[in-house]
């Protein structure tokens, strides 16, 4: 059972539709009390990182999660902003992220980028897994992912990147530490590659 995390911010059906593809159950978790039965979780997030922390902490789901992820151990996959929610704070906003992750936010160097729309970083790019991890499994060479963001993730622990790709320079594509995962591309919208991501996160 996959629980995705419903707190107004975010594209819930799609992930819903990709594991029903997939003949994977999923509950969608829009209050504290739905997250009793959690497994695995989903926390998906688009647009700013200070309204996004916001509205989670509105939900009333923020101090489940803490315990979920923090104390048992639930394995969690944070997309997009959902995985910026993670580090322990951003250059787009003031508020402090979830901390499940050591790591800082960071705003691309436009001054690097050759594009002429520099920001934010839209389309497909390859992305380049640097570990062996089952999340990556049959994604090891020629992965294609659908990105969307001006912001990116900076581990301070080299050990907890997962993935690599390129815009302006190399930058940190996925990332996770012990039941933790973070990707910075939409597998929702990224076709086959996206799909068997997202299979690989449910058989973790």
Partial sequence: MITIIDYGV???NAFVNVYKRLNV?????????DLETAKKIILPG??????????????GMRERLDELVMVEK??????????????????????????????????FDETKIKQVT?????????????????????LEKDALFYFLHSYYFECTNAT???????YGGKFVCAAHHENVYGIQFHPEKSHHYGELLLHNFAKL
């Fill in 10 to 12: 975010g594209n819930i």
């Fill in 25 to 33: 159950p999923t509950k969608i978790a829009k209050t504290s009390a």
């Fill in 46 to 59: 688009v647009g700013h990182f200070d309204h996004a922390i916001t509205e989670l902490k509105k939900s």
């Fill in 74 to 107: 639930t394995p969690v996959i944070g997309i997009c902003v959902g995985m910026q929610m993670m580090g322990n704070s951003s250059e787009e906003g003031e508020l402090e992220g979830l901390k499940w992750i050591d790591a800082t936010i960071r705003k």
């Fill in 118 to 138: 520099r920001l934010p970083h839209m389309g497909w790019n390859d992305v380049h897994p640097v570990v062996s991890h089952p999340l990556f499994k049959g």
């Fill in 160 to 166: 907890d990147i997962l993935a690599t790709s390129e």
